[in-house]
């Protein structure tokens, strides 16, 4: 139990806050505050017994692409082992955990908990470990760090999605999950915070959290005193690796998209309309004389957008998106964040003296290149052994992600083995390969056989572009 919480408790029965006399009256006003306080603990019992069933540990295995910016590790290929949790939102097996849990694993084994009615009644305190079953990824969705798995069961102990608006800091929460591989344990906090922005340019919000969440814990629920899931346990701030109190949670009306669309469709579309929104500050209020200074001011309206069809201009508040006061930027893309491409949002706008409605068409927000590769690249199809890297073939799909190259054809380098070489003339990601020994190469498995077809000790000249120029990586195979 969280030992705020706890202490508060035990203060409260300690120290009556109202005085009696008497010695029966006190006992009798000990007593009652024992008995509440059994009544509290038995309560976070009986929640624990409801939720844990649904409860999974995760235990995946496969490659992975480092992450670290401009670290000397960056775009290596990593073979890991990883432990998380997961929740159960749907009997039919469907899964949520977090997408650092399972991305690029090409093994995902999902151990459920021994439930209490298939216990025998004279159990010890002690229980077997829960049946373990193979898992396979739906989908992954990296801008939320979800993942959505499945499995072949049915009937399964699930948790309802609650509705993370409704959150307010001081709520108490509890944390499931599998921290450090402890399978099936609970914690107790309260809610630090409901919509914390880490970057001012991020579209995601988190819970904030002081229920301890460590390693292990990531992809399990968080919940509410209801045993409803509103939030996902993702990540913490640590100086010390482990739980310091501050844990950070996906928002269940975030995740309920993200989950909706990917066992509906597969995938994960998100819209947005064309505009740049900003905060009013007082300073743009008293610069663009605005009637007010709080807010949102849109910066910029994008040429052939559906906001400049809707007749949005630049100058525009918006005061509410679907009835919601817009207090902020940060709060208008947040909300315009989760609508699906095909929504049509009502925009309450001032312009000058006159209040306008506009009805504006959502469309889909273009795909970035980590997102395209996720769905496109395994080490089954695109691993290039004998070189240590991933590739792709230079399509008109990666090209319109890249800088203008050269090439018409080739093969793209994404990633980087760990036992890759790293010496001066290796292979990096980003790199277009045209050609081997002189000869062109067409596409990643073109490259394969080039480069299988080479013995110990020939020569290998790859022509490459990096970073718009031209070069040749001359080498020979150890």
Same mark, same amino acid.
């Given at each position: 139990?969280?030992?705020?919480?706890?202490?508060?408790?035990?203060?409260?029965?300690?120290?009556?806050?109202?005085?009696?006399?008497?010695?029966?009256?006190?006992?009798?006003s000990?007593?009652?505050?024992?008995?509440?306080?059994?009544?509290?603990?038995?309560?976070?019992?009986?929640?624990?017994?409801?939720?844990?069933?649904?409860?999974?540990?995760?235990?995946?295995?496969?490659?992975?692409?480092?992450?670290?910016?401009?670290?000397?590790?960056?775009?290596?290929?990593?073979?890991?082992?990883?432990?998380?949790?997961?929740?159960?939102?749907?009997?039919?097996?469907?899964?949520?955990?977090?997408?650092?849990?399972?991305?690029g694993?090409?093994?995902?084994?999902?151990?459920?908990?021994?439930?209490?009615?298939?216990?025998p009644?004279?159990?010890?305190?002690?229980?077997?470990?829960?049946?373990?079953?193979?898992?396979?990824?739906?989908?992954?969705?990296?801008?939320?760090?979800?993942?959505?798995?499945?499995?072949?069961?049915?009937?399964?102990p699930?948790?309802?999605?609650?509705?993370?608006?409704?959150?307010?800091?001081?709520?108490?929460v509890?944390?499931?999950?599998?921290p450090?591989?402890?399978?099936?344990?609970?914690?107790?906090?309260?809610?630090?915070?409901?919509?914390?922005?880490?970057?001012?340019?991020?579209?995601?919000i988190?819970?904030?959290?002081?229920?301890?969440?460590?390693?292990?814990?990531?992809?399990?629920?968080?919940?509410?005193?209801?045993?409803?899931?509103?939030?996902?346990?993702?990540?913490?701030?640590?100086?010390?690796?482990?739980?310091?109190?501050?844990?950070?949670?996906?928002?269940?009306?975030?995740?309920?998209?993200?989950?909706?669309?990917?066992?509906?469709?597969?995938?994960?579309?998100?819209?947005?309309?064309?505009?740049?929104?900003?905060?009013?500050?007082?300073?743009?209020?008293?610069?663009?004389?605005?009637?007010?200074?709080?807010?949102?001011?849109?910066?910029?309206?994008?040429?052939?957008?559906?906001?400049?069809?809707?007749? =949005?201009? /630049?100058?525009?508040?918006?005061? @509410? %998106?679907d009835?919601? #006061?817009m207090e902020? &930027? +940060?709060?208008? *893309?947040?909300?315009?964040?989760?609508?699906?491409?095909?929504?049509?949002?009502? =925009?309450? /706008?001032?312009?000058?003296?006159? @209040? %306008?409605?506009?009805? #504006?068409?959502?469309v &889909? +927000?273009?795909? *970035?290149?980590?997102?395209?590769?996720?769905?496109?690249v395994?080490?089954?199809?695109?691993? /290039?052994?004998?070189?240590?890297?991933?590739?792709?073939?230079?399509d008109?799909g990666?090209?319109?992600?890249?800088?203008?190259?050269?090439?018409?054809?080739?093969?793209?380098?994404?990633?980087?083995?760990?036992?890759?070489?790293?010496r001066?003339?290796?292979?990096?990601?980003?790199?277009?390969?045209?050609?081997?020994?002189?000869?062109?190469?067409?596409?990643?498995?073109?490259?394969?056989?080039?480069?299988?077809?080479?013995?110990?000790?020939?020569?290998?000249?790859?022509?490459?572009?990096?970073?718009?120029?031209?070069?040749?990586?001359?080498?020979?195979?150890?």
């Open positions: 139990m969280n030992r705020n919480i706890l202490g508060f408790a035990l203060m409260a029965i300690a120290f009556p806050l109202v005085p009696t006399t008497g010695v029966a009256a006190q006992r009798s000990s007593d009652a505050r024992l008995a509440a306080l059994g009544d509290l603990s038995q309560s976070f019992e009986a929640l624990s017994e409801r939720v844990s069933p649904a409860v999974v540990q995760i235990l995946a295995v496969g490659y992975a692409l480092s992450t670290e910016r401009d670290a000397p590790g960056a775009g290596l290929l990593i073979r890991r082992r990883v432990t998380g949790s997961g929740v159960v939102l749907d009997p039919d097996g469907y899964i949520v955990t977090n997408a650092h849990v399972v991305e694993a090409d093994r995902i084994q999902v151990q459920f908990p021994v439930r209490v009615a298939d216990v009644p004279a159990r010890s305190i002690l229980r077997p470990r829960g049946r373990t079953v193979g898992a396979q990824i739906v989908n992954v969705d990296r801008e939320t760090d979800l993942a959505v798995l499945r499995v072949v069961e049915r009937g399964l699930h948790l309802a999605l609650g509705d993370s608006d409704e959150l307010r800091k001081g709520h108490v509890f944390a499931f999950g599998s450090a591989g402890l399978e099936n344990s609970v914690t107790l906090g309260v809610v630090s915070a409901v919509a914390r922005q880490l970057r001012s340019d991020d579209p995601m988190y819970i904030q959290t002081d229920a301890p969440i460590n390693p292990g814990s990531s992809g399990g629920p968080l919940v509410d005193v209801r045993g409803r899931v509103v939030g996902i346990n993702t990540f913490i701030l640590t100086q010390s690796g482990g739980s310091e109190g501050i844990g950070f949670a996906v928002p269940s009306n975030i995740v309920r998209n993200v989950f909706q669309q990917i066992k509906l469709t597969g995938r994960v579309e998100r819209g947005e309309i064309g505009v740049h929104s900003q905060t009013i500050t007082p300073v743009l209020a008293e610069g663009l004389a605005l009637l007010h200074d709080w807010g949102v001011v849109l910066g910029d309206v994008f040429p052939g957008s559906p906001a400049e069809r809707a007749g =949005l201009r /630049v100058g525009d508040l918006i005061l @509410t %998106l009835g919601k #006061v902020n &930027g +940060r709060q208008f *893309d947040v909300n315009l964040y989760r609508r699906a491409p095909g929504d049509v949002v009502t =925009l309450g /706008v001032l312009r000058g003296a006159d @209040t %306008l409605t506009v009805r #504006v068409w959502v &889909g +927000r273009p795909v *970035d290149l980590d997102a395209y590769l996720s769905r496109k395994t080490p089954e199809e695109n691993l /290039v052994p004998k070189l240590g890297v991933l590739a792709v073939d230079l008109d990666v090209r319109a992600f890249l800088p203008p190259l050269r090439g018409r054809a080739g093969a793209v380098v994404v990633a980087r083995a760990t036992d890759a070489s790293s001066e003339g290796g292979l990096l990601r980003g790199d277009a390969i045209y050609s081997i020994n002189g000869k062109p190469v067409a596409g990643v498995e073109q490259l394969r056989a080039a480069v299988a077809s080479l013995g110990v000790g020939e020569p290998v000249v790859l022509q490459v572009e990096r970073r718009g120029r031209l070069m040749y990586l001359g080498f020979e195979f150890e």
